[in-house]
């Protein structure tokens, strides 16, 4: 586990509507109803953030799906002067195309992913790891490792700031108690001051344990047993409609739950390509978006 103040982001996740129904999505979409952050909410979350010293980013679901998408991004400018401290993660939805300029004034930074590669790959979220592993010292090991909570981000929802992405989507689907206080300097604690959302969270999900992911395009999501029956009484959509399988595919210790679709330049440059904007790589290792007849 690493202190907050390292991540190289943290998010902002104004909503968990998405156009996508991908395989063990790490925001669990077709679980829950969807929700969409207020905007005055939107406001006290940034403000939260002017002092972390890295990128705040806006991400959901799909944000773009948001209906005050563009009241937030001129927030966020507003807030944040410099440029690349500003992120959006997006797969530019059909239809938000008028959003382009918003996107290209406001963002020096942008992920772009729409999950349609067939080698993208999710880790199982919903395999409880206490029910895959039996060693309660062996799964904490593997949960101390964890390549989500390494890797990417803490983020904000409506019910609260939380130490990871992932413990953030089951806390909702799950409808746990919410997380800390979105106050400015939550994100100064270390991992000794996460032990109360990792034993709701980590003990509930699949991410940190070394089992097979699955292809994002197939749609399906991988379950537990005890966590198939939590989610049916929770109402899952995507349950109800048949679209998970019962997990029994085994150990993979070589997947370490992180994909290297960013090596391939021209998939995000597609993607932008439908909106009319362009990429250009820049120093943090992200793309800068700029409307194509910019680049005139």
Not at 6 to 29: F, G, H, W, Y
Not at 37 to 53: G, I, N, R
Not at 107 to 126: A, I, M, R, W, Y
Not at 150 to 155: F, K, T
């Amino acid at each position: 586990m690493r202190p907050l103040r390292d991540m190289d982001v943290i998010q902002i996740e104004i909503t968990n509507a998405c156009v996508m129904r991908c395989s063990n999505c790490t925001r669990l979409v077709g679980h829950s109803k969807p929700f969409f952050m207020e905007l005055d909410f939107f406001k006290k979350a940034v403000d939260s953030l002017l002092e972390f010293p890295r990128m705040i980013g806006i991400m959901g679901g799909e944000p773009l799906l948001h209906p005050q998408f563009t009241e937030m991004a001129h927030y966020l400018k507003e807030a944040v002067p410099d440029k690349y401290r500003r992120g959006l993660w997006s797969v530019l939805p059909k239809g938000k195309e008028h959003l382009a300029p918003v996107v290209a004034d406001v963002f020096g930074n942008v992920l772009l992913n729409d999950h349609t590669l067939e080698d993208l790959k999710h880790s199982p979220v919903l395999v409880a790891a206490e029910e895959v592993c039996q060693n309660e010292d062996t799964m904490w090991y593997f949960i101390d490792k964890c390549p989500i909570q390494l890797n990417w981000s803490a983020s904000i929802t409506p019910k609260g700031a939380f130490f990871c992405e992932v413990a953030a989507s089951l806390d909702e689907v799950l409808e746990g108690p919410g997380g800390w206080e979105v106050e400015p300097g939550w994100w100064k604690r270390n991992p000794k001051d996460f032990v109360e959302q990792m034993e709701r969270s980590c003990r509930n999900c699949g991410v940190a344990m070394p089992l097979n992911p699955r292809i994002d395009v197939e749609e399906i999501d991988d379950v537990s047993p005890r966590m198939l029956e939590r989610l049916k009484e929770l109402g899952s959509s995507k349950v109800r409609q048949g679209n998970f399988e019962m997990y029994n595919r085994g150990a993979n210790p070589n997947f370490c739950g992180v994909n290297d679709f960013r090596d391939d330049p021209d998939y995000p440059k597609r993607i932008a390509a439908k909106y009319g904007l362009n990429l250009r790589p820049n120093h943090l290792g992200y793309y800068e978006p700029f409307l194509a007849e910019e680049a005139a």
